[in-house]
Nanobody
């Protein structure tokens, strides 16, 4: 059964760092791009980052570019999101997801499936 489990969220002060992990099981992890999205209360789920199957290509939302880095370890079936210089506006539930539809842009959540349960990130000012 396909499963994604996020971890690493928590409460951090502005300017601090967190590293999220997303462990995958149930399919050939290395065969798919992996994305990160976030959803703040009352808002839509927004794109954060995506990493290619091999890990040699990444893309980021403008709001996190230069502060967040995504990476993956295909041997461990795990994708990571390193978040530095965190801001209060980064507060959200963070999700990882598998990109199923390559005919559409990596930017849109409808092109992803197999979502994790999410992990809460709270940044205090």
């Amino acid at each position: 059964q396909v499963q994604l489990v996020e971890s690493g969220g928590g409460l951090v002060q502005a300017g601090g760092s967190l590293r999220l992990s997303c462990a995958a099981s149930g399919w050939t992890f290395s065969g798919y791009d992996m994305g990160w999205f976030r959803q703040a209360p009352g808002k839509e789920r927004d794109f954060v980052a995506v990493i290619s199957r091999s890990g040699d290509a990444t893309h980021y939302a403008d709001s996190v570019k230069g502060r967040f880095t995504t990476s993956r370890d295909n041997a461990k079936n795990t994708v990571y999101l390193q978040m530095n210089s965190l801001k209060p506006e980064d507060t959200a539930v963070y999700y990882c997801a598998t990109r199923w539809d390559y005919s559409g842009s990596y930017y849109y959540s409808q092109n992803y499936g197999s979502w994790g349960q999410g992990t809460q990130v709270t940044v205090s000012s």
